[in-house]
């Protein structure tokens, strides 16, 4: 393979054939150097198609690609030194293992705003970060169908959009061991993955105050890492979500299931929002696990039309709304605790006859309507927290707490009742 040095004597334009070691400018079949054989600036004033690009330590020039795309058929490493590099519309990079690196010595300096990585090789293709490039970003991360990317490096794959943020086909896989730090700046911006997600890197994603919907369709996406995002929806549909690391983000989460299989699995690991999870099916396929880890969200919305089975599997739930759920629901209490602090005046629980873990009311002075009967392993309410409403409450347990005087409209309990397991106190 022919080996195309830039060579040009004073600042050129890559299209110039005087400036290239060859004679001629790049060839489709060549694979082109930066190096310190000329450390001249470059303007890429067309979109070539090469077999590889090396930009080494040793070129100091600005190397600019406004405007342009570049396809690349094999690797592609940038480790130039001090010259502002920008990557104009970005790269098709088509290796069935393509190896790409950026480095730049000039990060401040690297403009990605436009540019779109688009990766077409379905061996093992891999992207490495060794550089912050965060102070303008790239656009959009493009697989196609099959096509198993790796992500790695010492720094984030900084993303802002618009939509989409990231695509994946069908059958292709993002690991990543880096951080990925998605900013979406357009309503609709979208993660888009048909593909899977894995990786200890965690996701960081700043998608605007709403509307930003991050849509994982027909998957499994999992992560050692966690999954942050301050704003906005996330949604998914049809897909299986298995938490293996932490989730922290100031949005909520939306699960439509209406494909076989759907699943929403905390798997442990802690999940916080200030936004609600709301779940929605049209079918009974949707599995929702809330397990061992800590759960903290605004309101637990099971909606009356959705269709799903939700575990509490020794989970420990904080919200600071209304829980609903389902009629149409099949749900397991297993060891869990629901802990209901309410910061606003008034919240209900609506139970819909299902039976609910251990339950602990903790408003101080707030108003709890429960809007039905409450069937659940224990009942505790602490700190004057008064309930409201014509309810029934059965318990499997002897002695459900109740604190000091404690207001339950419109009689008052003691310290403390004994009750026979599963026996019931009306309000009325």
Known sequence: MATNTWSAAANGVWSADGNWSLGHAPLAAEDIVFDITSVKNCTVDVSPSVTSLTISVAYTGVWDMTGQTMTIAGNMSDHGITGAHTYGNGFVFNGASAAVEFHPGNAAGAVCTNAILTFNGTTAPTLALNTQLSVKPFKQLILAASVPLTVSGLYALYITGPCPVISTGAGSSLASSALLELTGNAAGDIWNIA???????????????????????????????????????????????????????????????????????????????????????????????????????????????????????????????????????????????????????????????????????????????????????????????????????????????????????????????????ASIVSMR
């Open 195 to 421: 593909g899977t997600f894995s990786g200890t890197g965690s996701v960081s994603a700043y998608m605007g105050a709403s509307s930003i919907i991050i849509n994982v369709p027909a998957t499994t996406h999992t992560g050692t890492g966690g999954l942050y995002l301050n704003a906005g929806v996330m949604a998914w549909t049809n897909s299986t979500f298995l938490v293996t690391g932490n989730l922290s983000f100031a949005g909520s989460l939306v699960c439509s299931g209406a494909g076989a299989g759907t699943l929403l699995d905390f798997n442990n690991f802690n999940a916080a929002f200030t936004g609600s999870l709301i779940l929605s099916s049209s079918n009974n396929t949707l599995t929702i696990r809330l397990r061992s880890g800590t759960f903290t969200c605004t309101a637990l919305t099971l909606p009356a039309l959705a269709n799903y089975t939700l575990y509490f599997d020794d989970a420990i739930i904080n919200m600071a709304g209304n829980l609903l759920c389902s009629a149409a629901a099949t749900v397991y209490a297993n060891n869990a605790v629901i802990t209901m602090g309410l910061p606003t005046t008034t919240h209900s629980i609506t139970t819909n006859t299902k039976v609910l873990p251990t339950l602990r009311l903790n408003s101080p002075g707030k108003i709890l309507t429960l809007v039905d009967n409450v069937t659940c392993t224990n009942f505790i309410v602490l700190n004057g927290t008064v309930l409201y409403g014509a309810f029934t409450i059965t318990t499997a347990v002897k002695n459900p707490v109740f604190s000091a005087n404690v207001p339950l409209s419109p009689m008052t309990l003691s310290t403390c009742i004994n009750l026979l397991p």
